[in-house]
């Protein structure tokens, strides 16, 4: 080769390499009007979580445990730009068990808290998925009361923590059926005041409303999940917020 068509090379790689670069800033700032974007798509600028365990990959914010490097217990990629209170979260996620065996779940927390910094453990509001049948789109409360609305769900917490059922958004299977595995979802977390909503995939998922006072989030941080156990890998994008 001689050191004309490499140094026409090179500068091809470096146009080529700066298009790539260009094109990612666009995609994460073309956002919804209103909305702020949360991710740079190149690295975890703004985040925060255990480096041996989250990275980019593929453009997409990526969690990943395998046997050799397992999660010691759940931990999270924590958002470092501040509480939230009244908002609406949009994003893109994905979820690929590692094994047969075993339980491969993830989630977002919202209005959450940070209960061991040392680790990223966080506490809270989660909107859940997993791998499996069951749990994609739920209200889980981390570290707290534990199931809040189960798939399908319209509820309302009575302030002594009573959970009321007050109607059906469709059968879990159902909603089930609308979610891509192995592949990418959309998912929305619109939260005002005591009113909490999920959205996967364009269908309401739950609706609840939360009165219990002494438990109910009113504000609080924003994270990523990734779940101890078998080996599992979730990936997130395009995610952006709007605060209300």
Same mark, same amino acid.
Request: proline content about 4%.
């Given at each position: ?6 140094? =026409?090379?090179? &500068?091809?790689?470096?146009? *080529? ?7 990612? /800033?666009?995609?994460? /700032?073309?956002?919804?009007?209103? %909305?702020?974007?949360? %991710? ?10 255990? $480096? ?13 445990? !395998?046997? +050799?490097? $397992? @999660? ?14 009244? %908002?609406?979260?949009?994003?893109? %996620? ?5 094994? !047969? ?9 919202? &209005? =959450? ?20 049948? !069951? ?7 981390? &570290? ?21 059922? *007050? ?9 089930? @059926? ?7 979802? +959309?998912?929305?977390?619109?939260? &005002? ?20 006072? =002494?438990?109910? /989030? ?12 078998? $080996? ?13």
């Amino acid at each position: 080769m001689t050191m004309k068509m490499y140094s =026409s090379l090179s &500068r091809l790689g470096a146009v *080529l390499a700066g298009a790539l670069l260009l094109a990612r /800033a666009v995609q994460a /700032a073309e956002v919804e009007p209103g %909305f702020t974007s949360l %991710f740079n798509g190149t690295d975890l600028t703004g985040w925060e979580g255990e $480096p041996t365990l989250w990275s980019v990959q593929d453009g997409a914010i990526t969690g990943k445990t !395998t046997k +050799e490097h $397992p @999660a010691k217990s759940n931990t999270f990629l924590i958002w470092k730009g501040g509480n939230v209170a009244d %908002f609406e979260l949009r994003c893109s %996620f994905k979820l690929v068990p590692g094994s !047969t065996e075993g339980f491969a779940n993830s989630g977002m927390q919202y &209005r =959450s808290k940070v209960a061991d910094p040392s680790y990223w453990v966080v506490g809270g509001y989660q909107a859940d998925m997993e791998a499996g049948p !069951t749990y994609t789109g739920i209200l889980y409360e981390e &570290r707290g009361r534990g199931i809040l609305a189960q798939r399908g769900q319209m509820v309302k917490i009575e302030p002594d923590g009573k959970i009321r059922i *007050l109607g059906t958004m469709g059968e879990s299977a159902e909603i089930q @059926a609308l979610i891509k595995k192995e592949d990418w979802n +959309e998912y929305i977390v619109i939260a &005002r005041g005591n009113h909490l909503t999920h959205i996967i995939n364009g269908r309401v998922t739950v609706d609840i409303t939360d009165d219990q006072e =002494s438990k109910a /989030a009113k504000s609080g941080i924003l994270a990523l999940q990734l779940h101890a156990g078998p $080996p599992v890998m979730v990936q997130f994008k395009n995610l952006r917020l709007k605060s209300y």
